[in-house]
């Protein structure tokens, strides 16, 4: 009997399950050791629960799928959460610093079609999970390793440290040393290769904050970059804002999240064309 392979879609881009495709000659290794129970992006067969491995990508957005994470736990001897919409609440959680339905009457022809929660919030807030995979979107040899581990009864080895190791390893000049380029690096969760600063940007922090990350440290030295309290809580609020360490790396400055363009009582400026 070959284990049971669930892949879920929650509120996402469904970018974290494209990474699972991409996996090129390992998915037809995968493919043949696990049974796919489950994953709609790959094939419209299903088969029923209860399943070995669930891999959950997206946040919980509506009150549907906060009863649905709970039926799919229920089913599922192992969960594992994948990408930072999963793991943090994603680009989503822009919500959360805001009043939700001032977006929805921008956004939408119809609210009142739309039913949906004030918050965003990952999928670690509704049920328990057992690993967590942070990334946006993971990264692909991360995601085999929690894959292979599971097949092998082990718990996954994923090193903790920060993209600035990434760094180093590509011999990449630190942007923020030599040019003075704010970069959350520092705080970040390795996986992405640091690919940002390779291309002389600084880290956005897809990955969510590295285990103890030091943002105390690192906001005071942005501030003597000369950056502004209120874009550094912003960088804070990104991606993974709603992940603990940066949503109190952020409200540690103080500096109340901002109003959206055109929601602050003033009409939204006309689209060019
Ligand atoms: S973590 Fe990023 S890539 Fe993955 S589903 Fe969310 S937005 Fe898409
Ligand atoms: S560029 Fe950023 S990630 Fe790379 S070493 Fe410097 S601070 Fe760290």
């Known amino acids: 009997m070959k284990p049971k392979l669930a892949v879920w879609k929650f509120a996402s881009c469904d970018g974290c399950q494209l990474s699972l495709l991409d996996l090129e000659d390992d998915l037809l290794a995968l493919a043949g050791a696990v049974e796919l129970a489950e994953f709609r992006e790959a094939t419209s067969g299903v088969v029923d629960g209860p399943y070995d491995l669930s891999l959950v990508e997206g946040s919980i957005t509506t009150a549907h799928d906060a009863e649905r994470i709970r039926r799919v736990r229920r089913a599922s001897r192992v969960l594992v959460t994948i990408g930072a919409c999963a793991t943090a609440g994603g680009i989503?959680?822009?919500?959360?610093?805001?009043?939700?339905?001032e977006f929805i009457r921008a956004v939408y022809a119809k609210p009142e079609y739309i039913e949906t929660l004030a918050t965003s919030t990952p999928i670690?807030?509704?049920?328990?999970?057992?690993?967590?995979?942070?990334?946006?979107?993971?990264?692909?040899?991360?995601?085999?390793?929690?894959?292979?581990?599971?097949?092998?009864?082990?718990?996954?080895?994923?090193?903790?440290?920060?993209?600035c190791?990434?760094?180093?390893?590509?011999?990449?000049?630190?942007?923020?040393?030599?040019?003075?380029?704010?970069?959350?690096?520092?705080?970040?969760?390795?996986?992405?290769?640091?690919i940002c600063p390779a291309y002389d940007r600084g880290c956005y922090g897809c990955y969510g904050p590295m285990e103890s990350p030091n943002t105390e440290s690192l906001t005071g030295w942005w501030r003597r970059l000369?950056?502004?309290?209120?874009?550094?809580?912003?960088?804070?609020?990104?991606?993974?804002?709603?992940?603990?360490?940066?949503?109190?790396?952020a409200e540690a400055l103080g500096v109340p999240p901002e109003t959206p363009p055109g929601r602050d009582g003033k009409p939204p400026e006309p689209h060019a064309g």
């Open 92 to 101: 989503q959680t822009l919500r959360n610093f805001q009043n939700v339905q």
């Open 124 to 163: 670690s807030a509704h049920v328990k999970v057992d690993f967590e995979l942070q990334g946006c979107p993971i990264n692909k040899a991360q995601l085999l390793e929690v894959l292979s581990a599971h097949l092998q009864g082990r718990a996954p080895s994923i090193r903790s440290h920060s993209v």
């Open 165 to 194: 190791i990434e760094c180093k390893r590509r011999q990449t000049v630190c942007v923020m040393v030599a040019r003075g380029t704010p970069c959350l690096g520092p705080v970040t969760h390795a996986g992405c290769g640091a």
């Open 226 to 249: 000369g950056v502004p309290d209120a874009a550094i809580a912003r960088a804070y609020r990104g991606i993974n804002g709603h992940k603990e360490p940066f949503r109190l790396a």
